[in-house]
């Protein structure tokens, strides 16, 4: 079966650094995902890990260490735009191969942005 | 914009109905997922779609099914509605299996009364 845990609500101010983080278990891995959802919307893809090590998109970054099952999406230079849920998600082989890959979320990570 | 469109956006429908949502994936996109959206539950993966086959089954109950026709958009059915039932049904795509991105729509909201 498949666990992924993240914090339910953080908060941070404009401006500043905020590291979410994501532990997830998993019966085989294929991949971590970053998805920034706003309210009533759809979720939007941020990231993709396979392999471990540190992924930069601009102020987004995304870490993976496969042996500790652990990710976290760094955002950098916080507007209040960013103000959304931050779902991390799993590819599990369970769900994957011969083309199949449903993602397992996680239940997300409610961000604040305070000015 | 993803390019994944999704109708209707809203439904409000009765216990014991049963409705249709419809998905047409992003263009050259082969692989359809559904996913279902509520409140206590999360995001959770219903069931996949590749070039009209079944590929994945998640959390799908059996009073849903679901098919992807030959021009590759697909239609989620729900049958005998229960209120649990009631969430956001989204739709992604992508362009194949074990993709490094999948696309979601705009969703449909459910409500059953």
């Known amino acids: 079966g498949q666990n992924i845990d993240q914090p339910t609500e953080m908060t941070a101010t404009e401006g500043a650094i905020v590291q979410i983080n994501c532990t997830y278990q998993?019966?085989?891995?294929?991949?971590l995902f970053w998805y920034q959802q706003h309210a009533g919307e759809a979720p939007t893809f941020l990231s993709y890990?396979?392999?471990?090590g540190l992924e930069e998109k601009g102020r987004f970054s995304s870490f993976l260490s496969r042996s500790k099952g652990y990710s976290y999406l760094l955002l950098k230079e916080l507007q209040m735009k960013d103000s959304a849920s931050y779902l991390c998600?799993?590819?599990?082989?369970?769900?994957?191969?011969?083309?199949?890959?449903?993602?397992?979320f996680g239940k997300g990570t409610h961000l604040i942005i305070q000015p | 914009d993803s390019g994944v469109t999704q109708t209707p956006k809203h439904l409000i429908t009765a216990t014991g109905q049963r409705v249709t949502l419809r998905c047409s994936p992003r263009?050259?996109?082969?692989?359809v997922y559904w996913y279902q959206q509520s409140l206590d539950q999360g995001l959770q993966f219903l069931i996949q779609?590749?070039?009209?086959?079944?590929?994945a089954k998640g959390n799908i109950l059996e009073r849903f099914s679901a098919q992807q026709f030959p021009d590759l958009h697909s239609e989620l059915n729900l049958s005998s509605l229960e209120l649990g039932d009631s969430a956001l049904y989204f739709c992604?795509?992508?362009?194949?299996?074990?993709?490094?991105?999948?696309?979601f729509g705009p969703g449909t909201r459910l409500l059953v009364l």
């Open positions: 992604a795509s992508s362009v194949a299996g074990a993709a490094k991105t999948q696309y």
């Open positions: 998993t019966s085989g891995f294929n991949g």
């Open positions: 890990n396979v392999l471990d």
């Open positions: 998600a799993v590819r599990d082989t369970m769900y994957s191969g011969g083309g199949a890959d449903g993602l397992t």
């Open positions: 263009s050259g996109d082969l692989s």
């Open positions: 779609y590749y070039n009209g086959e079944e590929r």
